[in-house]
């Protein structure tokens, strides 16, 4: 389905920690497979996104409202998340598929 891929040599890195840029690349990608619609982002919303890998899901998923900062213009993006964070961005994300679902 694409939501889950590998680093540069193409290993998953079962046993690794997931970045929060991971996880928020992880959770568009789920998004687009459910909407069946890729999305743009609307704007750079972190000043320590714009370069990173995951940038444009980064910006995504907050457009979704689906990850929020560390505060206003920081998310952090190389910082490992705990599960009490996926959680909560996995519940943000079933209810961001809810209100398009109407």
Same mark, same amino acid.
């Given at each position: 389905m694409g939501v889950l891929r590998g680093d540069t040599d193409g290993m998953i890195r079962h046993r690794a920690p997931v970045t929060r840029g991971q996880l928020a690349a992880m959770l568009v990608r789920t998004h687009a497979v459910? *909407? &069946?619609?890729a999305r743009e982002p609307s704007r750079d919303?972190?000043?320590?996104?714009?370069g990173t890998t995951h940038a444009e899901a980064i910006s995504v998923a907050r457009d979704l409202g689906v990850v929020r900062g560390r505060d206003r213009v920081t998310f952090g993006p190389s910082a490992t998340t705990r599960r009490d964070q996926m959680a909560s961005t996995l519940s943000r994300?079933? *209810?961001?598929?809810?209100? &398009?679902?109407?």
């Open positions: 459910v *909407d &069946e619609v919303w972190f000043q320590d996104t714009p994300l079933v *209810d961001s598929l809810a209100r &398009e679902r109407g």
